[in-house]
Nanobody
């Protein structure tokens, strides 16, 4: 099965940028939709962003749209979450997750944003935004 490892988290100040990486092994991400989720302290895990298996469609939660950008580098078999203008509210453990293309019988924003639709998960990377 595909294995996912997140990296790139750290401690930054408000307004800073970070790029999170999700390195995949065991299978090519070209065959998967890739999503990013986060869990803030004391909060539920929520959707952040996703990219379709083709790389042609992306989705963003409202609070990060315009600040975050999800992408995929096929030669490196890695998905990315570029985060800019970080805010304290972005502090969370960030997870990447993937699901094989067309495995779930749904489509659109609600589908990509549903954590239950993803089959494989990384263990997360901590992002802390504090002054």
């Amino acid at each position: 099965q595909v294995q996912l490892v997140e990296s790139g988290g750290g401690v930054v100040q408000p307004g800073d940028s970070l790029r999170l990486s999700c390195a995949a092994s065991g299978d090519t991400l070209r065959n998967y939709a890739s999503g990013w989720f986060r869990r803030a302290p004391g909060k539920e895990r929520v959707f952040v962003a996703a990219i379709s298996w083709s790389g042609g469609v992306t989705y963003y939660e409202d609070s990060v749209r315009g600040r975050f950008s999800v992408s995929r580098d096929d030669p490196k078999n890695t998905a990315y979450l570029q985060m800019t203008n970080l805010e304290p509210e972005d502090t969370a453990v960030y997870f990447c997750a993937v699901v094989k293309a067309f495995h779930r019988h749904c489509s659109g924003y609600d589908c990509y944003g549903d954590s239950d639709g993803y089959d494989y998960w990384g263990e997360g990377t901590q992002v802390t935004v504090s002054s």
